[in-house]
């Protein structure tokens, strides 16, 4: 059973979709891991126990640190969201493509594709996303990670490039090797959802903008109402105050009170923030709030 | 259905493809890259009929329009091939190299009535397409001053040219790749300057090509302008374009999340009081039906198949606006060589 609030991560890493301002302060202030560390045991202690992040290098930090304290953090969660797409953009902007592939996915990979024997390539697809998934996941050694995502930018170029296939694979991969839910962050969740399907993955967990003004939700608000109500997927809403444009109380009450919806995923950096949009959609969700702590 | 292909299958060729893909006017039935690797896959995959040539995928796949996301140096090359032959065509930017050629292109464009279209993305911005709108409608008074600049981490340690985007001639460099977006943008809010004043490219760790781009502009009417870019600013996590608009009766500062509007007592435009409004993207984004990296993309290729099927070269993004962006990248590079000497 998957965690029904999770914690984000976009506020320690400069990603703020509202303001570029606001980014830089946030990417000053989280500069070192420590302070970090301190945002999210607050969040653990108040009971949130899922660390929903982006494979950033400085993630592998914080994989350590709870690695290494099983006593204070014993049922402490990441759920990986891969890849870092800037990093491998701004690599090949910089270096190439081949030469990008060396750099991330090391065993003569790039050799078997230069060679391109056609019947290979498509094989050659798939065990590069295994090793590009495998370095990916190098740093989450020794933690647990019952979920693992892939990132948007790379859910919907496979959906549009009609590579439908890697999805599939993808999700293979993450159960046989890791022996872990694959999931799928979208910004088109119904077209997604459709894919998956036809490809014979069922029942999938997903992670889509899902807020009250349509922000970011390519299909349209009813049709993401039409799928969540037909329970063909494990449903987890992101961007539910739409960088901010909705007040929170009523973001959550309208996110919250979406038939079929599994979970919810919010950053915040303040104590303040983090407690009261817990309390927020649990109250929303008629859970029983958990006590705060000191 | 409108058949499209497509020339160059690297980064923004991957990107366009994903779009047109899942483009519900839009078949997607051929692809063109020198390099085999990155077409086998796709062919074997998908079904696309894969080139090496692109004269003979214009040739023979029955194309309506074809997009050209190759390096700057070839794109003359294969728009005026596709042009001659009747196609539509969508070219990554900057257009050209040389602005004579960007001109021909447009006038080869108008003369064949076929869309033309530059991949200058701001321009489907709904914040920077605000800033244009005030600005246009002449809600800041007189424009005396603007502002352009664009940061982020392209280059950020000393390496051996690669690919062709460290080759200038090629097409590679923070003028061509950072700066280009930056005059288009500077173009497109307030219309294009008369001069360029000075400019300085700074190479910062790249060998063959500048990492950094200065410039002073003078507009007509005698608005002064400044243009600041640089890809080799590590504290930026991906590209950051801003603009600033200083008019008489206000200002503007603009980027790809807000647009921020400043009006004096007594200056309030429509919904605009005195004093800041700040807008979002979240409220002036029209939403697109398919997203990948942001709506400006699906946007611009949404324009580009509208233009596609009205067959008309008269739309947004045009090689003309393109042209006039070359024009004022050629006379940076040129104040910058002056001053060198």
């Known amino acids: ?294 | 259905m409108i058949r499209t292909g497509l020339i160059g299958v690297g980064k923004m060729g991957i990107s366009h493809l994903a779009i047109l893909g899942a483009h519900p006017r839009v078949k997607v039935v051929a692809a063109c890259d020198s390099a085999t690797y990155a077409t086998s896959a796709l062919r074997r995959r998908t079904g696309l009929d894969t080139f090496k040539d692109h004269r003979k995928m214009i040739d023979s796949a029955g194309l309506d329009c074809v997009f050209v996301a190759t390096p700057t140096a070839t794109h003359f090359e294969a728009a005026s091939y596709a042009l001659e032959r009747g196609l539509h065509v969508f070219v990554e930017k900057p257009l050209c190299l040389d602005p004579s050629q960007s001109q021909s292109l447009s006038d080869l464009a108008r003369a064949k009535g076929r869309a033309n279209q530059v991949g200058y993305h701001n321009r489907f911005i709904g914040t920077f397409r605000e800033a244009r709108r005030l600005v246009q409608a002449g809600a800041l008074g007189d424009v005396y001053r603007v502002s352009g600049s664009a940061f982020g981490q392209v280059v950020i340690r000393p390496k051996t040219g690669m690919t062709w985007r460290s080759k200038s001639s090629e097409g590679g460099g923070c003028l061509h790749d950072y700066a280009s977006h930056v005059v288009d943008l500077m173009n497109f809010v307030v219309g294009p300057p008369e001069r360029v004043l000075a400019a300085t490219l700074r190479r910062i760790y790249s060998k063959d090509v500048e990492d950094a781009v200065y410039a002073t502009f003078l507009y007509p009417g005698g608005a002064s302008g400044q243009l600041e870019t640089n890809w080799s600013d590590a504290t930026y996590r991906k590209m950051t374009t801003q603009i600033a608009v200083y008019g008489t009766r206000g200002k503007i500062l603009a980027d790809r999340q807000e647009c921020k509007v400043f009006l004096r007592a007594g200056a309030e435009f429509e919904q605009y009081p005195a004093d800041w409004t700040i807008r979002y993207i979240t409220d002036l984004q029209e939403p697109v039906a398919f997203y990948l990296r942001g709506e400006e993309y699906s946007a611009q290729i949404d324009s580009f198949v509208d233009a596609v099927e009205r067959a008309t070269p008269e739309h947004e993004n045009s090689f003309a606006s393109a042209s006039e962006t070359d024009r004022v990248i050629s006379a940076i590079a040129k104040a910058a060589q002056e001053r060198s000497q």
């Not at chain 1, 969040?43 to 949130?48: C, E, F, K, L, R």
Request: aromatic share 8%.
């Open chain 1, 1 to 294: 059973m998957m965690h029904r609030i999770l914690f984000g991560d976009n506020q320690f890493f400069g990603v703020n979709h509202m303001s570029e301002e606001k980014a830089r302060a946030q990417a000053m202030q989280f500069r070192d891991t420590a302070s970090i560390m301190g945002v999210l045991d607050y969040a653990y202690d108040v009971g949130i126990k899922v660390f929903m992040c982006t494979t950033y290098d400085r993630v592998g930090d914080i994989a350590e640190i709870v690695r290494d304290n099983p006593v204070r953090y014993p049922d402490f969660e990441f759920y990986p969201c891969m890849p870092y797409a800037h990093k491998y953009a701004n690599s090949v902007g910089e270096v190439g493509a081949l030469e990008t592939i060396r750099r991330f996915a090391p065993g003569g990979i790039v050799e078997t594709l230069i060679r391109g024997a056609v019947s290979a390539a498509t094989q050659d697809l798939e065990k590069l996303m295994q090793l590009l998934v495998d370095a990916e996941m190098k740093r989450f050694a020794g933690v647990r990670t019952p979920v693992i995502f892939v990132q948007n930018v790379v859910t919907d170029l496979l959906l549009g490039l009609g590579l439908h296939d890697m999805l599939a694979a993808f999700d293979r991969y993450i159960r046989e090797k890791y022996l872990a839910e694959a999931g799928f962050i979208t910004m088109n969740l119904p077209l997604l959802v459709d894919t998956l399907e036809r490809v014979g993955v069922r029942n999938p967990i997903v992670c889509a903008n899902i807020n009250k003004i349509g922000f970011r939700m390519s299909g349209g608000i009813e049709a993401y109402r039409d799928v969540l109500r037909s329970g063909r997927c494990r449903p987890i809403a992101m961007s539910i105050l739409a960088s901010g444009a909705i007040p929170p109380r009523e973001a959550i009450e309208w996110v919250c009170g979406l038939e079929g919806l599994e979970s919810v995923v919010f950053g915040a950096s303040s104590p303040r923030n983090i407690l009261q949009t817990k309390q927020l959609i649990e109250r929303a969700w008629g859970v029983e709030a958990a006590p705060s702590v000191g």
